[in-house]
């Protein structure tokens, strides 16, 4: 079970690239201070990255904002060129690998997405693209997008390094009401070099009968198992019917590759009113200060903020 401790951050509009949203947060240890990285919006709603950081003895506390984008949009005509959304960090050595969503803009169905790696040596204050161009997008096996990537690299005994990435593939676009509705399940790449990817089509978790879009898959090994958190809705009705949107999920695999979904077993639910009570979305489970965090998304995709819940032993 969890127990929920409420919104943390939300932009309140004074920085021109932070308008609006606080979404898909990523929880990143530092030495004295957490710092919590996001997707936000500007008044064209192009997304950045941005972060803030939090007092470690007290999650509550909003030690600093930083005021200034780490990320933003590509160049025109670039698969980032209407904005940057941060999905999974990983330190290597001296660096800090940054796995993102970019997207631009569709004429019939809204949005296209493709995934794409940036670099920082400053210690997270900005990040630089390491090409231009993504590492994955839609594909074979992929047939409209691809997003919001969760990467683990994974040292062998032989000394390589296995990089494992469960990433969003959007499959097709129904018309619903009159919007082009995205139906997209979790499948699986891996790497030998964190860049070059290989890719089967490979299914994770797919759809079911409810289940018509599942949000931001992350992972942890814990206990012998790789454990997955996400987010899962309907098609329908979504952004306005609380039956039909955002609740989050849970699944457990030996391998990585052969997931069991036990939603029943996430232990935390919308609540009757308030920031969270139409969605649950987009959560990052961390392991920090000998607790586990769950900081997550409520109403709105992110337009509510984020906030956070503590894992009870």
């Not at 930083?66 to 209407?82: I, N, Q």
């Amino acid at each position: 079970m969890w127990t929920k401790k409420g919104v943390i951050f939300k932009p309140d509009g004074s920085l021109p690239f932070s308008r609006t949203h606080a979404q898909v947060p990523f929880a990143f240890p530092m030495n004295d201070r957490l710092r919590v990285y996001f997707a936000t919006r500007d008044e064209d709603r192009a997304s950045s990255a941005a972060f803030v950081e939090l007092d470690s003895s007290d999650l509550s506390n909003v030690l600093y904002v930083h005021d200034r984008p780490c990320l933003s949009k590509g160049a025109v005509g670039m698969f980032d060129e209407t904005g940057t959304m941060p999905s999974w960090f990983l330190r290597r050595g001296d660096e800090i690998w940054l796995y993102y969503t970019g997207w631009n803009k569709s004429e019939t169905a809204w949005y296209r997405l493709g995934i794409g790696l940036a670099i920082s040596r400053d210690g997270g204050l900005t990040f630089e693209r390491k090409y231009d161009g993504p590492l994955l997008d839609r594909s074979i096996y992929d047939q409209v997008w691809v997003a919001q990537p969760c990467v683990l690299a994974e040292d062998q005994p032989d000394g390589s390094t296995r990089w494992r990435m469960w990433y969003l593939s959007c499959t097709k676009i129904e018309i619903i009401n009159n919007h082009p509705e995205p139906f997209y399940n979790v499948k699986y790449a891996e790497s030998e070099d964190g860049i070059h990817w290989n890719r089967n089509g490979h299914v994770c978790i797919d759809y079911d009968e409810f289940t018509d879009a599942i949000g931001r898959p992350a992972v942890i090994r814990e206990d012998g198992l790789y454990k997955m958190y996400y987010s899962y809705r309907n098609a329908k009705n979504f952004r306005t019917d609380a039956s039909q949107s955002y609740r989050l999920g849970y699944a457990e695999s030996k391998d990585g590759l052969n997931w069991e979904r036990k939603d029943e077993q996430i232990g935390i639910d919308r609540s009757t009113d308030g920031w969270d009570s139409l969605m649950m979305d987009y959560a990052h489970v961390v392991q920090y200060n000998e607790q586990t965090l769950m900081f997550y998304n409520g109403n709105g995709f992110g337009a509510s903020g984020f906030g956070y819940a503590i894992k009870q032993s």
